[in-house]
């Protein structure tokens, strides 16, 4: 029965992420889903992250060629064999039957491109909030398009190509933007799918200035886009 189902590929880029890797790891062996691909992108850590993810003989694990999130993601697509793929940061978590409900819309909405669900965000135990951190994401759940959140056909990074490294921190918002330009629709799980986690060193809190300007940016990429393709 579970080669009938399709192969998964979960990227996990971790740097320095030595805390909190196991259990982000964790949370993924414990999915019961049959064909899994588990894959560690190491961005040069100088910690013991590279010793936890080699620990676990289910997960590939490899080096990051060159720096960056965009291109630790991109390194993993590239890497991954699976028809779906699936991200999580090394900090986070998800929760039980994630992928088992995202596969199941899947199944029944072949049209979809993907499917999203909810989540929960939290802060480090012993942590203050993150300097620009919204309180109100504290509390209760969230639709989440963000990659920890997402499972996706293979065949979207083929039709709108990967993440854009030129992007440092909003590079989510510009890789979801060119899916809803190019016409593609996820369908969203009502369930949290995924526990986020708040700490200073968080990117899009550690430097809000250079968030700003790439969310500004990635927002006028895509109107351009639009006036583009509604000028054809």
């Known amino acids: 029965m579970s080669s009938h189902l399709p192969l998964i590929s979960v990227i996990v880029p971790v740097k320095n992420g030595e805390p909190w890797l196991a259990e982000a790891i964790e949370s993924v062996l414990a999915q019961e889903y049959p064909r899994l691909q588990p894959i560690v992108i190491d961005g040069n850590s100088t910690d013991g992250s ?34 779906l793929i699936a991200f999580l940061d090394c900090d986070d978590r998800w929760t039980a039957g994630k992928l088992a409900a995202q596969t199941e819309l899947l199944r029944a909405r072949p049209e979809l491109a993907g499917a999203i669900g909810m989540v929960t965000f939290f802060l480090t135990p012993g942590q203050p909030p993150p300097s620009g951190m919204r309180p109100h994401l504290l509390e209760g759940e969230h ?47 009502p369930r949290v799918v995924l526990e986020k986690r708040f700490h200073s060193a968080n990117l899009s809190h550690s430097r809000p200035d250079r968030y700003h300007r790439e969310m ?13 393709a509604g000028a054809k």
Not at 145 to 162: C, H, M, Y
Not at 216 to 228: F, G, K, L, N, Y
């Open 50 to 83: 590279g010793e936890i993810a080699r620990s676990y003989p289910e997960v590939t694990y490899l080096e990051q060629s060159e720096p960056g999130l965009a291109q630790g993601w991109n390194e993993g697509v590239d890497a991954a064999d699976g028809d």
């Open 143 to 189: 639709v989440a398009q963000i990659p920890g959140a997402l499972l996706v056909r293979r065949e979207v990074f083929d039709r709108i190509g990967n993440f854009d490294t030129s992007y440092e921190i909003a590079i989510d918002v510009d890789w979801f933007a060119r899916v809803k330009d190019a016409g593609l629709e996820f369908g969203v799980i």
């Open 216 to 228: 500004v940016r990635a927002m006028r990429d895509s109107a351009a886009r639009q006036r583009a």
